[in-house]
Each structure stands twice: as structure tokens, then as C-alpha cells.
């Protein structure tokens, strides 16, 4: 005899409950409005559509009028029409059988195989609380990434939450394929929010390949796709961490970019009448940026490592977004553009970044060795322009001196092919005989 479970009661009462019905007031510009039928902020109601129901979400409610962004094309849809609530938020299916698959920013499938049966997955709503901050382990343990100039430079440890912060095409998603490749975490989550649909098929087939992707979750919400649904992709991808990390695992979240993520609620924002702040920015995009950052990190069961790509507006890293996400973040990697035209990759200035939690996951060893390297290469930025036109005089400056001595194999030991994974082990080796 089978046990009646709470969350078959729920099923079952769901199934019951009378359907009340409302109808489309108004359809203008990228919203419609809503009456007669009852719902809160950030539920589901969907619509009867010609084609098929289309879900829409309530964005902002007032006076019995619910305004509502559609996760779907409006194409065919017009006032009048039958609206019904679907009784809560957007809800996903997590579990085991994620390894490997592609899902759209509503956690569906788009490798065109079924996800299983609801045996092998767990049915979760997407909004989910963060870690209580005095129930956070302190972050102890360094989590290798595979890249050299990150793990001697800008140790990353595991739960950390690191921003990688460059203008357009000098090699952010380039540097994530390397990361899923190269972590030592278990799994790998990887968010592609407003990213060119051509580019979609290259970076899961080329970048990540078949054993990147064997161990990763990729969620796609491309640059065409509703508002709402690039939103929502953050946080589906932030959930499907969160359940790997609640059953005790150690997760790499990668999200590109989360500049497209504010973008994203600033025409939500806009949509629903705020009105525009910092940079034509409402004040809703910076509410939202730490209530989506902050549920990364640790957990007393696992953690999340955050690598968020911040697409900072002509190369401004003092631009609204990059600004308000380095203020919350627990450090971040700047990508050069200098480096990057002159074919240095992985493009990173590593006298620009900094990790917040260097001190605590490495050695005194480790970190004699990191702040040598950094004092030679900002010496040789110092006296980069007196030798370039021969003022320098050799003797003036120990570290100078010894900066031109070894700026052959310090660059060797920054620059790294895409497919050269470095354990972080003899990254430590390496670092240690270069600068001895």
C-alpha cells in the first residue's frame, strides 16, 4: 500500500482547484495587461493563444490590473483573450540526468532528447533562498581552474564568486571554455544569457567539446529570446547549481554574461513603468544583481564557484554594471584588449585583478612567489617606455633589471593554448622556479 506524501496531496489538490479565468486588457509594446484573474508577482499565467497557450509573467500588479511580459511570441494574440493562472511561479526538473544536456532558458530541452522520467527528477521552483550568511563555511580550499595566470595570480577558491570584466571580443567566453575544461570541480554549470545563436552550436561543439560538455549543464537563452526568458535563464541556470550543491556537491557556475542578464531587466523594468536611473539603468537592476549573485558560494552540504563575464560598456570598468557587480563579488579578472590585438591569451592584466580570498586559500610559500611575480611585472611596466626609446640605464632599478632578464619566460608562463590544461599544482611548481 502506497504512502500518501505531501507532495502528492499537493499534485492532487492542484488538479481539484476551480479554474479561474481572466482576459488580455491591453496588448502594447513588449507587455499586455491583465484582469480577472488572481496572481502575485513573478507567477505564471498563460494565455490561449491561436498556436497554443503562450506564458506570460507578471511583472507588476496594480489596482486588480496585472502588467505581464510573454515568454513566447505575442504573434495572433489579442485583447479578449482567455488568461489563466498556473498557480505559482516557473518551476523546473533537476536531477543526475542533467550531465551533458542543453537546456533553454525555461530548463527544456534542446538537444531534442526527453529528460527523463519524473522518477529521476525533482520538480523545484527556480526563486530559492540564499545561504543564511552565518551558515557559510569559510572559503579555505583553492579550486583550480587550469588556467596559469589565474590560479598563481588570482587564486580562485572553491565558492568563490569572480567577475571576469572586458569590452567585446577580447576572449571572455573563449577563457570559460577553458575553465569547464580545466576545473578540478565536479561539475560545471554554464549559463550563455543574449549570446548570437550562431555562436551557440561553435562554443558547446569547439570550446567546450564532447568531455567539457560530458560534465557540464549548458542553459541557452539567445540574444532573440524574450526578455523575461534571459532572466529567467540566469536563474534556472543558478537553480540547477543549487541542487547539485544541496546534494552535497562542489559546482562551477559560469554565466555569459551578466551584463546581458541586467539588460535583460532593464526592458522588464521599463516595461513595467520604473523610471530610468543611472544610465537609463531603473532601480530594479541593481536590487537584482545581488539578490541572483549572493545565492552562489558556499553551503554546509557544498558550493558554488561563480564566474560571472561582465561586458563593460567602451572598455569602462567604472560603467553601472561592472561597478555594482565588482562591489559584490568576491574579486575579479580584467581582460586586456592591448594583450588580446597583440595575440597574448588567455588577454588577462593581472595587475588588475585581484582575488579576495588570495590570502586564505594559499600557502606563504605560494604567496611570496605571487607577489615576486607581480613586483617584476609592475617594475617592467614602470620602465617599459624609457627602454622602448633607450633612456633606460641597466642598474637603475634591481627589479627592472631583473624584470627584462625574465620577461621571456614570464610570458611564456602567462601565455597558455586553449587546449593546454595546467593543473594548479604545477602552476605552484612552475611559479616557484620561475621567480626564484
Given at each position: 500500500m502506497s504512502t500518501l506524501t505531501p507532495a502528492h496531496l499537493g499534485r492532487a489538490l492542484a488538479a481539484v482547484r476551480p479554474v479561474?479565468?481572466?482576459?488580455?486588457?491591453?496588448?502594447?509594446?513588449?507587455?499586455?495587461?491583465?484582469?480577472?484573474?488572481?496572481?502575485?508577482?513573478?507567477?505564471?499565467?498563460?494565455?490561449?493563444?491561436?498556436?497554443?497557450?503562450?506564458p506570460v509573467e507578471v511583472v507588476a500588479s496594480a489596482r486588480g490590473v496585472l502588467t505581464c511580459l510573454p515568454l513566447g511570441s505575442t504573434t495572433g494574440l489579442r485583447s479578449g483573450d482567455a488568461v489563466r493562472s498556473t498557480g505559482g511561479g516557473l518551476r523546473i526538473r533537476v536531477g543526475e540526468s542533467l550531465r551533458g544536456r542543453v537546456l533553454d532558458g525555461l530548463g527544456r530541452p534542446l538537444d531534442g532528447l526527453p529528460l527523463g522520467s519524473d522518477l529521476d527528477l525533482d520538480h523545484v521552483a527556480v526563486e530559492h533562498p540564499a545561504p543564511a550568511a552565518l551558515s557559510r563555511p569559510r572559503i579555505e580550499h583553492?579550486?583550480?581552474?587550469?588556467?596559469?595566470?589565474?590560479?598563481?595570480?588570482?587564486?580562485?577558491?572553491?565558492?568563490?564568486?569572480?567577475?571576469?570584466?572586458?569590452?567585446?571580443?577580447?576572449?571572455k567566453s573563449s577563457l570559460l571554455s577553458m575553465v569547464a575544461r580545466g576545473t578540478d570541480a565536479e561539475l560545471s554549470v554554464i549559463a550563455l544569457i543574449g549570446e548570437r545563436g550562431r555562436e551557440v552550436r561553435e562554443f558547446l561543439e569547439n570550446d567546450l567539446g564532447p568531455e567539457g560538455l560530458a560534465r557540464s549543464v549548458v542553459v541557452v537563452a539567445t540574444s532573440d529570446e524574450p526578455a523575461v526568458v534571459r532572466l529567467r535563464a540566469a536563474f534556472v541556470a543558478t537553480r540547477i547549481a543549487e541542487w547539485f550543491r544541496d546534494s552535497g556537491r562542489h559546482v562551477v557556475l559560469m554565466?555569459?554574461?551578466?551584463?546581458?542578464?541586467?539588460?535583460?531587466?532593464?526592458?522588464?523594468?521599463l516595461s513595467a513603468g520604473e523610471p530610468p536611473a543611472t544610465r537609463g539603468f531603473p532601480?530594479?537592476?541593481?536590487?537584482?544583481?545581488?539578490?541572483?549573485?549572493?545565492?552562489?558560494?558556499?553551503?554546509?552540504?557544498?558550493?558554488?564557484?561563480?564566474?560571472?563575464?561582465?561586458?563593460?560598456?567602451?572598455?569602462?570598468?567604472?560603467?553601472?554594471?561592472?561597478?555594482?557587480?565588482?562591489?559584490?563579488?568576491?574579486?575579479?579578472?580584467?581582460?586586456?584588449?592591448?594583450?588580446?590585438?597583440?595575440?597574448?591569451?588567455?588577454?588577462?592584466?593581472?595587475?588588475?585583478?585581484i582575488s579576495r580570498v588570495a590570502n586564505a586559500v594559499t600557502g606563504p610559500g605560494a604567496r611570496q612567489d605571487a607577489v615576486r611575480l607581480r613586483r617584476?611585472?609592475?617594475?617592467?611596466?614602470?620602465?617599459?617606455?624609457?627602454?622602448?626609446?633607450?633612456?633606460?640605464?641597466?642598474?637603475?632599478?634591481?627589479?627592472?633589471?631583473?624584470?627584462?632578464?625574465?620577461?621571456?619566460?614570464i610570458e611564456a608562463f602567462l601565455r597558455q593554448d586553449m587546449d593546454d590544461v595546467t593543473s594548479s599544482a604545477d602552476t605552484w611548481s612552475a611559479l616557484h622556479e620561475l621567480v626564484a
Amino acid at each position: 500500500m502506497s504512502t500518501l506524501t505531501p507532495a502528492h496531496l499537493g499534485r492532487a489538490l492542484a488538479a481539484v482547484r476551480p479554474v479561474q479565468l481572466g482576459r488580455i486588457a491591453d496588448l502594447q509594446g513588449l507587455h499586455l495587461t491583465v484582469t480577472g484573474v488572481p496572481a502575485a508577482v513573478g507567477d505564471l499565467l498563460e494565455v490561449s493563444g491561436p498556436a497554443g497557450p503562450v506564458p506570460v509573467e507578471v511583472v507588476a500588479s496594480a489596482r486588480g490590473v496585472l502588467t505581464c511580459l510573454p515568454l513566447g511570441s505575442t504573434t495572433g494574440l489579442r485583447s479578449g483573450d482567455a488568461v489563466r493562472s498556473t498557480g505559482g511561479g516557473l518551476r523546473i526538473r533537476v536531477g543526475e540526468s542533467l550531465r551533458g544536456r542543453v537546456l533553454d532558458g525555461l530548463g527544456r530541452p534542446l538537444d531534442g532528447l526527453p529528460l527523463g522520467s519524473d522518477l529521476d527528477l525533482d520538480h523545484v521552483a527556480v526563486e530559492h533562498p540564499a545561504p543564511a550568511a552565518l551558515s557559510r563555511p569559510r572559503i579555505e580550499h583553492q579550486l583550480g581552474l587550469g588556467v596559469r595566470a589565474l590560479d598563481a595570480l588570482t587564486p580562485c577558491g572553491r565558492g568563490q564568486r569572480l567577475g571576469i570584466m572586458a569590452g567585446s571580443g577580447v576572449g571572455k567566453s573563449s577563457l570559460l571554455s577553458m575553465v569547464a575544461r580545466g576545473t578540478d570541480a565536479e561539475l560545471s554549470v554554464i549559463a550563455l544569457i543574449g549570446e548570437r545563436g550562431r555562436e551557440v552550436r561553435e562554443f558547446l561543439e569547439n570550446d567546450l567539446g564532447p568531455e567539457g560538455l560530458a560534465r557540464s549543464v549548458v542553459v541557452v537563452a539567445t540574444s532573440d529570446e524574450p526578455a523575461v526568458v534571459r532572466l529567467r535563464a540566469a536563474f534556472v541556470a543558478t537553480r540547477i547549481a543549487e541542487w547539485f550543491r544541496d546534494s552535497g556537491r562542489h559546482v562551477v557556475l559560469m554565466m555569459d554574461s551578466l551584463t546581458r542578464v541586467a539588460l535583460a531587466q532593464r526592458e522588464i523594468g521599463l516595461s513595467a513603468g520604473e523610471p530610468p536611473a543611472t544610465r537609463g539603468f531603473p532601480p530594479s537592476v541593481f536590487a537584482l544583481l545581488p539578490q541572483l549573485l549572493e545565492r552562489a558560494g558556499t553551503s554546509p552540504a557544498g558550493s558554488i564557484t561563480g564566474l560571472y563575464t561582465v561586458l563593460v560598456e567602451g572598455d569602462d570598468l567604472q560603467d553601472p554594471v561592472g561597478d555594482s557587480a565588482r562591489s559584490i563579488l568576491d574579486g575579479h579578472v580584467v581582460l586586456s584588449r592591448e594583450l588580446a590585438t597583440s595575440g597574448h591569451f588567455p588577454s588577462i592584466d593581472v595587475l588588475e585583478s585581484i582575488s579576495r580570498v588570495a590570502n586564505a586559500v594559499t600557502g606563504p610559500g605560494a604567496r611570496q612567489d605571487a607577489v615576486r611575480l607581480r613586483r617584476l611585472l609592475a617594475a617592467h611596466r614602470n620602465v617599459r617606455e624609457l627602454v622602448e626609446i633607450g633612456a633606460y640605464v641597466p642598474g637603475t632599478d634591481r627589479d627592472a633589471d631583473d624584470a627584462l632578464a625574465l620577461m621571456p619566460r614570464i610570458e611564456a608562463f602567462l601565455r597558455q593554448d586553449m587546449d593546454d590544461v595546467t593543473s594548479s599544482a604545477d602552476t605552484w611548481s612552475a611559479l616557484h622556479e620561475l621567480v626564484a
